[in-house]
């Protein structure tokens, strides 16, 4: 059974992480009532950093949630992601009258016991990223993880290429290296006492050798160096044993509504991603 204490902690936090995302890179945030929706100057409607809408407590029915958050969006020509906490069953009925699904499941997971340590990772050559230099390789690396998606390397282009995003006070970024080249790369950004973690990815050809576990490693320690009491991360299904092995425990999950861009508007105003991008399993 879920832990709804650490759910709702959790469900806080991945709120703020996404304000700041998109403060980052110049958005725009709405909010009212327990609703939070923001908006990159991307149109795309996934992932869900570029636009996107969760729904924090009830207080807004249903209806007025999706109704509300499809004004929002329309006014820009914008495509969005709704993430839908897997309790907020009458959220997921209102789009399901909608004539959508909510497909795409991701799994909320925390770290409560950061004294647990991976074995294997001591040799593993990585790097905290320092400079531009850096921040590049690692947008680089995370793209390559990802593999061909489009959207995802827009908003890496958009989103990460930006001092603020990866060298900023509360965040730190990892980079694993394998004879000299970028291997994989992890994201930590400290918000309200937990160690977040995100943009974890290893490039196809270095995987299951265990630098990804040695970069979140290097991202969670970073974190509670700062003060965290926890770590916490939103993992895509697949990832989920990678994470268990290294002490995370799920307490919640979510799925993903996309909706996209009105006929015509999908990529007007965006700008073509000129590196590679961002991320994917570990």
């Known amino acids: 059974m879920a832990d709804l204490r650490l759910l709702n902690r959790f469900d806080l936090v991945l709120a703020e992480s996404f304000r ?8 725009e945030i709405w909010e009212a009532n327990g609703v939070v929706s923001w908006a990159s100057s991307l149109k795309q409607a996934s992932p ?65 016991d950061p004294s647990i340590e991976p074995v294997g990772t001591e040799d593993v050559e990585r790097h905290r990223v320092k400079d531009p230099s850096g921040m590049l390789e690692f947008c680089a690396t995370i793209t390559a993880a990802m593999g061909s998606d489009g959207d995802v390397s827009r908003f890496v282009n958009r989103g990460l290429r930006r001092i603020q995003a990866l060298l900023g006070p509360t965040k730190a970024a990892f980079l694993a290296y394998d004879d000299g080249t970028a291997a994989a790369c992890a994201l930590g950004s400290l918000i309200d006492g937990v160690a977040m973690i995100g943009w974890i990815g290893t490039k196809p050809e270095h995987r299951r050798r265990g630098f990804a576990t040695a970069v979140t490693r ?53 700008t073509p991603a000129t590196d590679p991008e961002t991320t994917g399993d570990p």
């Open 20 to 27: 700041r995302t998109v403060r980052d890179c110049g958005g």
């Open 48 to 112: 869900v950093h570029a636009n996107g809408v969760m729904r924090l407590n009830r207080l807004m029915s249903a209806g007025e949630v999706m109704g509300i958050t499809a004004g929002f969006f329309r006014a820009r020509g914008h495509g969005y992601t709704v993430l839908v906490r897997s309790d907020d069953h009458a959220l997921r009925a209102e789009i399901e009258r909608g004539g959508r699904g909510a497909e795409v499941e991701h799994v909320a997971m925390v770290l409560t």
């Open 218 to 270: 290097d991202a969670i320690r970073a974190g509670l160096d700062q003060g965290a009491g926890m770590a916490a991360t939103l993992s895509p299904v697949p990832a989920v044993p990678f994470l268990t092995a290294m002490g995370f425990e799920e307490v919640g999950r979510y799925r993903e509504c996309v909706i996209p861009p009105p006929p015509g508007a999908a990529r007007r105003g965006d």
